[in-house]
């Protein structure tokens, strides 16, 4: 039987330690996009003729984590990292709630460094809202709904005592970069993100499917199949542990065929004018492995700027070693360390 210290407490208040402090937090944010009236469009209604959209106007309840440094240098006060897990993750991505996972937790690791970061559930998932009907949760409307975050984050206080922030860099993992990039393309330079990093993703063309054995069979909101998770892990077993695999099948969530399929959208051209890096698992076995598309980073960084004309600067980083969940395998600290330079760099902040 598998034994988990599991701290459901979590889910109201988590400390790393003295050195940072969390609180949960709900954010209402209110939703107003057109979605494809059909889920399994790949484009989320991006490329659609009117009659094959809808109208969706909702309010949602967004959960998120906040976690700040106790001693916050004055500088780094204005700079809040909003952290967007992937398909079948929630909020726990970004920190797994136990004492023996406790160092690949990315918002302790960028909260000791400095960095304030807010990790939220998307709407569906998690304890954010779930809509009643999963037509709803696509991404259009989780897309938008991280955005009115964001937009939330610099133009109100999220909790007493913290003011509002002037520079959000929206930081992604696998489909939560996904979001983040559909924001890019609706919004362009009118996106609240001073900076994205995108990481686990990579450009998906039409016609390259994702592994079948990713998609939630039939419509709904349901988890991930059993047993496929270590396509997330590195192939080589000695670079993960075991337990963690275990962790990640044991408490994964939900997704909906709408925000599986829609990944495609990534191709698509942006004019978004912000910074933009993404950070890639040389052993991503969804992307890299077997693919020989991550051994030349130059060659790479081209062809994943292609769709990003206006920014103002594209890097890409190959983390070596590192799988899919960059964050739960053994070389979780160079991706960590990575993400915590492009943090600084796109804000300003001395490193
Ligand atoms: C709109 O899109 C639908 C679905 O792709 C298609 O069947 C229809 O012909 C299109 N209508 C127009 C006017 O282009
Ligand atoms: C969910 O919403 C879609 C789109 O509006 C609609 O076609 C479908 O019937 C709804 N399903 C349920 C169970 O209400
Ligand atoms: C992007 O363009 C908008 C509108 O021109 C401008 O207000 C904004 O400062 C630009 N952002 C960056 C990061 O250059
Ligand atoms: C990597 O790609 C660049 C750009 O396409 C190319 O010029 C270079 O020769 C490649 N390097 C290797 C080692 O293949
Ligand atoms: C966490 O600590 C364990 C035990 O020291 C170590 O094996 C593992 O590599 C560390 N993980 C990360 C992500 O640093």
Redesign the pocket.
């Given at each position: 039987m598998l034994l988990f210290a599991l701290s459901l407490l979590s889910h109201l208040y988590v400390a790393y330690g003295a050195s940072c402090r969390c609180s949960s937090v709900t954010i209402p944010v209110h939703v107003d996009v057109q979605v494809p009236?059909d889920p399994t469009d790949m484009y989320g209604g991006l490329t659609s003729n009117a009659s094959s959209l809808?109208h969706l106007d909702a309010t949602y309840n967004v959960y998120g984590v906040f976690c700040q440094p106790v001693t916050l240098p004055p500088k780094n006060a204005g700079v809040i990292q909003l952290l967007v897990h992937g398909f079948s993750y929630d909020s726990q991505y970004w920190s797994p709630p136990v004492e023996e996972f406790r160092n690949y937790s990315y918002a302790a690791y960028s909260c000791d460094r400095g960095l304030s970061s807010l990790a939220i559930d998307w709407v569906g998932v998690g304890l954010s809202s779930r809509p009643?009907?999963?037509?709803?949760v696509q991404f259009a409307s989780c897309a938008a709904a991280v955005s009115q975050v964001a937009r939330r984050l610099k133009s109100e206080s999220i909790l007493t005592g913290v003011p509002p922030f002037k520079k959000v860099v929206g930081i992604g993992h696998s489909a939560g970069s996904g979001l983040l990039n559909f924001n890019a393309i609706t919004e362009g330079a009118q996106s609240p993100f001073d900076g994205l990093i995108l990481t686990g993703e990579l450009i998906v063309q039409p016609g390259e499917l994702p592994p079948s054995a990713l998609v939630p069979p039939g419509a709904g909101c349901r988890p991930a199949p059993l047993g496929i998770r270590a396509i997330f892990y590195p192939p080589d077993p000695t670079s993960f542990s075991p337990r963690m695999l275990m962790f990640d099948e044991f408490t994964k969530d939900v997704g909906t065929v709408g925000t599986f399929y829609q990944i495609f959208t990534n191709s698509l051209t942006s004019q978004y004018n912000g910074s933009v890096a993404k950070v890639i698992g040389s052993e991503d076995q969804i992307f890299c492995v077997g693919t020989g598309r991550c051994a030349n980073v130059t060659a790479l960084t081209a062809a994943e700027r292609v769709p990003w004309p206006a920014v103002k600067s594209f890097e890409l980083a190959v983390a070596q070693g590192s799988g899919h969940s960059m964050n739960l395998d053994f070389f979780a600290n160079g991706p960590f360390s990575t993400c915590v330079h492009f943090v600084k760099q796109f804000t300003g902040l001395p490193y």
């Open positions: 009236k809808r009643a009907n999963s037509s709803d």
